[in-house]
């Protein structure tokens, strides 16, 4: 297939689907190397943003998806007339840092670091698809394990987690907060991307 040919498939089959879609996915069904594949995604990607078009086409995870532009979302709001999504609260955030940096946790690890209850807001994480359970601790009580989701990748984003900023001066065992706060203010920079429609959180 030609180059034009792939992209044209790559964008009808994102525009249908709705949800992100593997890059071996994409190889397999265009009868291309997944190389090719993500040469194709590359272009698309930079092309829509380089035109300023209406919509954007992202990667998370090895798999891509197409969004609306960040800089549309209000009239995006009014033409749909839906409200604008809440901001991640500062409890919220903390949460899904240690969750991300430290992934997979369980819900005392991460009291252990908030020095707080912390069941409402991972409860609340969940709800919103920003994190998920990943399997048990083999410890007394199998406590359940939590990691991030694809959601988490597309609404701050990332391709993948090694895009997260780094984490100054934190120790191993991560027995406090400090240095997570700066990360923490990067992801709710970051959070800002939610407006742009791709997820209401």
Known sequence: MENHDIESAIESILFVSGEPVKLSRL???LGVGEFEAE?????????YS???RGIRLVKMDGAAQLCSSPEYADVIRLALETRKPPQLSQPALEVLAVVAYFQPVTKAYIEQIRGVDSAYTVGLLLERDLVQPCGRLNAPGRPILYKTTATFL???GL???RDLPELPDVQANAESMEGIQNAILELKAQDALTE???IDI
Do not use: P
């Not at 040469?39 to 092309?47: C, E, I, K, P, T």
């Open 27 to 29: 190889a397999a069904v």
């Open 39 to 47: 040469a194709a995604v590359n272009r698309m990607r930079d092309s």
């Open 50 to 52: 380089f035109d300023r």
């Open 154 to 156: 597309r609404t701050f």
């Open 159 to 161: 391709e993948s987690l």
């Open 196 to 198: 742009a429609g791709k």
